[in-house]
C-alpha cells in the first residue's frame, strides 16, 4: 500500500454526510433492493446483500428502512437500476471513479458530466483509469474499542489471509484481496474484534496531491456528485494533505 489512509477521509467527510442522511438512506435503499432482486432478500444466503446491510447499519439506517427495501424486492416490484460507473479527472489531475445505480442513464450521465465539466475536471472513456485502481477489502478497527497491541492484530489478520496493515494512533487499517474479505472480516469478529467499517472498495495504487489553488474546486465536484441521488460511490486517487 501507498501509505494512503482511507479512514482518515472517511473521518473527515463524516460531518458533511450526517447533513445528508436522508439522501443517503435512499441511496442505500437502492443497493438494499437491487442486491435483494437479484440474489435474494435472506443477508444469510446472499453474500453481496449482507455487505450492504452492514454498510447500512453502519450508516445507522433504520431496521424499518431496511426491512422496508427488503420486502419490495421479495413483493416483485418491477423497478429496475443500472449500475454504471463513471471515469475522469478532477481537478489537478487527480483520477476519479463514480458508480451509480441508475433508473435513467441519460439523466445520471448528464449530472455526472456538469460536476466534471463546471468544475474544472474532464470525462473520459470506459477504462481510461479505472485501471489505477485495485478492487480490495477494507476493514477499520477502532483503537480505542480494540485493546490488542500492533503485533497481536498483525498476526491475527495475516493468518486470516489478509493483505496489509496500516496503523495510527485512532485505527489499525486493514486491506484484504476482495476474494478474501468475507474471511477476514468473520474471522476478526469470531476473535473478537469490534469492526468500525468493512467493504469492498476501490484503492488507488498511487496517489496525486491537489495544489491547493484547486482544492475549493475539487471539493466543490467531490460534493456535487456525491450528492446526486444516482451516485452510489465516488472514488479519488486524491493525496491526503497529511501524506
Not at 82 to 105: F, M, Q
Not at 161 to 178: F, H, N, P, R, V
Not at 181 to 194: H, N
Not at 211 to 219: V, Y
Amino acid at each position: 500500500m501507498s501509505g494512503h489512509s482511507k479512514w482518515h477521509n472517511i473521518q473527515g467527510r463524516k460531518g458533511a454526510q450526517d447533513a445528508k442522511r436522508g439522501k443517503i438512506f435512499q441511496k442505500l435503499s437502492r443497493e438494499l433492493f437491487m442486491a435483494a432482486k437479484s440474489g435474494g432478500a435472506d443477508p444469510n444466503d446472499n453474500a453481496a446483500l449482507r455487505l450492504i446491510v452492514d454498510k447500512a447499519r453502519a450508516a445507522n439506517m433504520p431496521k424499518d428502512n431496511i426491512k422496508r427495501a427488503l420486502k419490495k424486492a421479495e413483493g416483485g416490484s418491477e423497478e429496475h437500476y443500472d449500475e454504471v460507473t463513471y471515469e475522469g479527472y478532477a481537478p489537478g489531475g487527480v483520477a476519479v471513479l463514480v458508480k451509480t445505480l441508475t433508473d435513467n442513464k441519460n439523466r445520471t450521465a448528464s449530472a455526472v458530466r456538469v460536476a466534471f465539466t463546471r468544475n474544472g475536471g474532464s470525462m473520459g472513456s470506459s477504462g481510461s483509469v479505472a485501471y489505477m485502481f485495485d478492487r480490495k477489502g477494507y476493514l477499520v478497527l477502532d483503537r480505542t474499542k480494540n485493546t490488542q497491541d500492533e503485533d497481536t492484530v498483525l498476526m491475527d489478520i495475516m493468518d486470516l489471509g489478509a493483505d496489509d496493515l496500516q496503523t495510527s494512533d485512532d485505527a489499525y487499517e486493514i486491506y484484504t484481496e476482495a476474494k478474501d474479505f468475507g474471511a477476514v472480516r468473520d474471522g476478526l469478529i469470531e476473535k473478537g474484534y469490534e469492526l468500525a467499517d468493512s467493504e469492498l472498495t476501490m484503492i488507488p495504487q498511487n496517489t496525486t496531491p491537489v495544489p491547493e489553488e484547486k482544492k475549493e474546486q475539487f471539493e466543490h465536484m467531490i460534493d456535487q456528485l456525491e450528492d446526486d441521488e444516482d451516485v452510489s460511490e465516488v472514488y479519488t486517487a486524491a493525496a491526503d494533505e497529511e501524506e
